[in-house]
């Protein structure tokens, strides 16, 4: 697999954020954890379970050990040691915690959980004090994993919600003092970046120019990169992006929910087409040129797409299997937005695949969906249920790739040096 995050290159407008963050991983997984902040949960956590529970019932109650960063005098991974990319997001709280497989990983616990931390944010401008409350509940189960799994490097990032919000960095400091998690709130530009390195694999094969595309619950995220050159694994290089506030959440917001008739939700249907289409309006033009190339490739890493293909190849329930990887006729993702926009909420919550939690914002990813399609006509679109937690993941080993690399180097220069 790739070992390089994709160089900067060309910024699109849109770029928000402070300061160009510098951090490649957070090592302060150290404080100790009180029991009633990490034993809460429900049933609707998706928690992965499939290596052998590394602690014991006194490390448990000790807290974690020492976590090592990558200027350690000895860098190597040893057997049992984990990493850990934690993302928490506008709508959702996602971790991954996985093990080195030769140059790929091995997914050994992971967690998700609709948070909707940007709840409102669009209007207000602050985070309510409910939706950090449910952050800070997925967080602390987060934090027990991180602590419970032997977890050696491990990076957690905040999105556009903590960009955004008045309070949002408040609420960072809040999370490190309750949890001991320490979130970098990252730039449009890295999460854009990030999303490219933990999901280009799945690009379809083909030799002209791709677009990859995140949409988030409070940002979409889009990326041209150079036509592909025949490496697969390669992560190819970043030639323009655009972030704009547009997500299924913030969309969603600010549009309202006014869908008592039909006529009412195919109208404010329009007005989330308009909206999101005006703001990608600058990246359309620069990118005109490449879109008018033939065997263009699209890429979609999201809920939005990960849904919609559920409902393609007509699911009971989700499957991450059957949906990660799989490339749809675009006409087909564009029919099934289609019929959606038309249907009540509790219409589309009866849809396999949706259910409540999804029922009244995947109108709005339909939307950024279509407008995307508008500006990008590839005839297929890839669909990959994977992202930043991944790009995190494959960015803390190949920098412990080249930690160890240079050691090497160095004893190697040191033991050729006469005495």
Not at 13 to 22: D, E, Q, T
Not at 256 to 266: K, N, W
Not at 387 to 404: F, K, P, T
Request: hydrophobic share 40%; charged share 30%.
């Amino acid at each position: 697999m790739a070992d390089m995050l994709p160089p900067d290159r060309k910024t699109g407008a849109g770029k928000k954020g402070g300061g160009k963050s510098g951090k490649v991983a957070d090592f302060r997984y150290k404080r100790p954890f009180q029991r009633d902040e990490t034993r809460k949960g429900n049933g609707r956590d998706r928690t992965q379970r499939t290596g052998k529970n590394a602690s014991t019932a006194a490390r448990r109650d000790q807290g974690p050990a020492p976590v090592k960063g990558p200027h350690h005098k000895n860098p190597a991974h040893r057997p049992g040691e984990a990493y850990a990319a934690l993302d928490l997001g506008t709508n959702n709280c996602r971790l991954l915690i996985a093990r080195p497989s030769g140059r790929d990983f091995t997914v050994i616990d992971a967690f998700s959980r609709v948070v909707k931390l940007g709840e409102d944010l669009a209007t207000s401008g602050r985070l309510s004090d409910e939706a950090m409350d449910r952050a800070l509940g997925a967080l602390s189960i987060c934090a027990d994993k991180l602590r419970r799994r032997k977890v050696r490097l491990a990076r957690s990032v905040a999105t556009e919600a903590c960009r955004r919000a008045a309070n949002g960095p408040a609420f960072i400091e809040r999370v490190k003092e309750k949890t001991g998690i320490v979130l970098d709130i990252i730039t449009a530009e890295e999460e854009a970046r990030l999303a490219v390195l933990g999901c280009h694999i799945l690009l379809e094969q083909g030799h002209g120019p791709a677009v990859i595309f995140d949409i988030g619950g409070g940002s979409t995220e889009l990326v041209l990169l150079e036509p592909a050159d025949g490496e697969k694994n390669k992560v190819p290089r970043i030639l323009d992006w655009q972030s704009v506030p547009w997500g299924v959440v913030s969309l969603t917001d600010t549009v309202g929910r006014g869908e008592d008739t039909r006529d009412a939700r195919l109208a404010r249907y329009a007005k989330m087409r308009e909206i999101v289409s005006g703001a990608f309006a600058p990246f359309a033009e620069r990118i005109a040129a490449a879109s008018m190339s033939r065997d263009i490739r699209l890429l979609g890493t999201s809920g939005t797409v990960t849904t919609l293909a559920s409902l393609h190849l007509e699911l009971p329930h989700y499957d991450r299997k059957a949906v990660d990887g799989l490339i749809v006729a675009s006409d087909s993702m564009r029919e099934i937005s289609t019929r959606l926009s038309g249907m009540s909420p509790a219409e589309r919550s009866e849809l396999p695949c949706i259910g409540h939690d999804r029922a009244d914002l995947v109108v709005a990813g339909c939307a950024i969906l279509e407008s995307i399609l508008d500006l990008w006509p590839a005839e297929r679109l890839g669909v990959a249920d994977r992202g930043i937690r991944e790009g995190i993941l494959r960015s803390l080993m190949a920098a412990e790739r080249q930690s160890e690399r240079a050691l090497q180097a160095l004893n190697a220069m040191r033991a050729g040096k006469p005495d």
